[in-house]
């Protein structure tokens, strides 16, 4: 089996399929990220932003990486960017409120517990650069490293953000009140 960069080399030199396999490897993976950040019928439209954008820009591509998801995940969260921009003024809002409403990270939490405002109110005072590499690392599944890459900041500055994330997320009331333990 050929590494995304082979395929990407070989779209680069006129085989248009190869692109296409590339693209089918991470194409749920990618449509997932993009539904938990705006809803699955948004994520749908970005989502073909992403592949023009991912197939316009991959002469830039570092073939020194084998596996391009990282870099897709960069071109998702730029296309993304670009969305939120587009949109007016007052219907502006935080990323972490454009999570889907029927995504639920914390399945096995009771019902009862209205766990996922509690967890959206810790998340949203995070900084901006701490929530993109924890949701990358958490709900992505990349590495310290791949987040990154994707955010084009050097790993250690990634780990730095992710301990910070984790430390304010231990620290925030909302979960400290869902782990019933005393807050620091």
């Known amino acids: 089996m050929s590494s995304d960069a082979e395929l990407i080399g070989r779209s680069l030199r006129g085989d248009t399929n190869a692109f296409v396999e590339m693209i089918s490897r991470h194409e749920t993976a990618i449509g997932n990220y993009?539904?938990?950040?705006?809803?699955?019928?948004t994520a749908e439209d970005v989502l073909g932003d992403?592949?023009?954008?991912?197939?316009?820009?991959r002469a830039t591509y570092?073939?020194?990486?084998?596996?391009?998801?990282?870099?897709?995940?960069?071109?998702a969260l730029n296309r993304l960017r670009k969305h939120w921009r587009s949109e007016p003024a007052e219907v502006a809002a935080p990323d972490v409120a454009r999570m889907?409403?029927?995504?639920d990270p914390w399945p096995t939490v009771d019902a009862?517990?209205?766990?996922?405002a509690l967890l959206r109110t810790a998340l949203a005072r995070l900084k901006t650069?701490?929530?993109?590499v924890l949701g990358l690392v958490a709900w992505e599944d990349l590495t310290v490293a791949e987040a990154g890459r994707v955010l084009d900041?050097?790993?250690?500055?990634?780990r730095r953000l992710l301990h910070q994330a984790r430390k304010a997320l231990r620290d925030a009331p909302e979960v400290a009140a869902l782990l019933q333990v005393p807050t620091t």
């Open 129 to 132: 650069e701490e929530r993109e």
């Open 62 to 75: 570092d073939c020194s990486y084998p596996e391009a998801r990282p870099w897709l995940y960069g071109v």
């Open 112 to 116: 009862r517990v209205d766990t996922q």
């Open 50 to 57: 992403v592949w023009v954008a991912a197939y316009a820009s």
């Open 34 to 41: 993009l539904a938990r950040r705006v809803g699955r019928q």
């Open 153 to 158: 900041i050097p790993a250690g500055t990634a």
């Open 100 to 103: 889907a409403g029927d995504w």
